[in-house]
Antibody, heavy 125, light 110 residues
Framework: QVQLVQSGAEVKKPGSSVKVSCKASGGTFSSYTISWVRQAPGQGLEWMGRIIPILGIANYAQKFQGRVTITADKSTSTAYMELSSLRSEDTAVYYC??????????????????WGKGTTVTVSS | QSVLTQPPSVSEAPRQRVTISCSGSSSNIGNNAVNWYQQLPGKAPKLLIY???LLPSGVSDRFSGSKSGTSASLAISGLQSEDEADYYC???????????FGGGTKLTVL
């Protein structure tokens, strides 16, 4: 059974960058899409972007365009999410999640079936 | 303001049934599958329902999902104290080209 193991908690200064990793173990990696979702304290889930490791293609939520970069290293089955120009509002738990799919005819419908435990990022001066 | 609309909270007594609604639009729920996630306090989200009404292996059949038009619902029957959690609906949005979530619903078992 695949597991997603995320890197440890980070404390960052405003204006700096953070890079969070997400390593897949126990299963295939490259053929699945990996999404990143964050959750600010006491708030709901917010999707940031996703990557298809086998293609190296990423797309991002409009809110984070220009500030987030999602990459993947197929050789180590690891995905990365880097967020720059950090501000206090970026304090949150950041999750990676694997997207699985159901095929219906020629269409695919996706869902996040495996989640990492989350990485707490605190932005404070 | 979330793209998908859920009630902030619901409550019901043990052994009863509760439903949580999720309202969207033609660019998300109306044209794509709905997934539901359960988040226990301090834990990562867990997949509860996918493709509108399918249960992942290991999820209790007390949980069920449905969809009609641009709205979806999660039903939980035989409520137990362990069901106290936050519940989120999610769907792909064709206009935004990304995932959208509901704001989450906190379930309290009285």
């Amino acid at each position: 059974q695949v597991q997603l193991v995320q890197s440890g908690a980070e404390v960052k200064k405003p204006g700096s960058s953070v890079k969070v990793s997400c390593k897949a173990s126990g299963g295939t990696f490259s053929s699945y899409t990996i999404s990143w979702v964050r959750q600010a304290p006491g708030q709901g889930l917010e999707w940031m972007g996703r990557i298809i490791p086998i293609l190296g293609i990423a797309n991002y939520a409009q809110k984070f365009q220009g500030r987030v970069t999602i990459t993947a290293d197929k050789s180590t089955s690891t995905a990365y999410m880097e967020l720059s120009s950090l501000r206090s509002e970026d304090t949150a738990v950041y999750y990676c999640a694997r997207e699985n799919r159901v095929s219906s005819g020629y269409l695919n419908y996706y869902y996040m079936d495996v989640w990492g435990k989350g990485t707490t990022v605190t932005v404070s001066s | 303001q979330s793209v998908l609309t859920q009630p902030p909270s619901v409550s019901e007594a043990p052994r009863q049934r509760v439903t949580i609604s999720c309202s969207g639009s033609s660019s998300n729920i109306g044209n794509n599958a709905v997934n539901w996630y359960q988040q226990l306090p301090g834990k990562a989200p867990k997949l509860l329902i996918y493709y509108d009404d399918l249960l992942p292996s290991g999820v209790s059949d007390r949980f069920s999902g449905s969809k009609s038009g641009t709205s979806a619902s999660l039903a939980i029957s035989g409520l137990q104290s362990e069901d106290e959690a936050d519940y989120y609906c999610a769907a792909w949005d064709d206009r935004l080209n990304g995932w959208v979530f509901g704001g989450g619903t906190k379930l309290t078992v009285l």
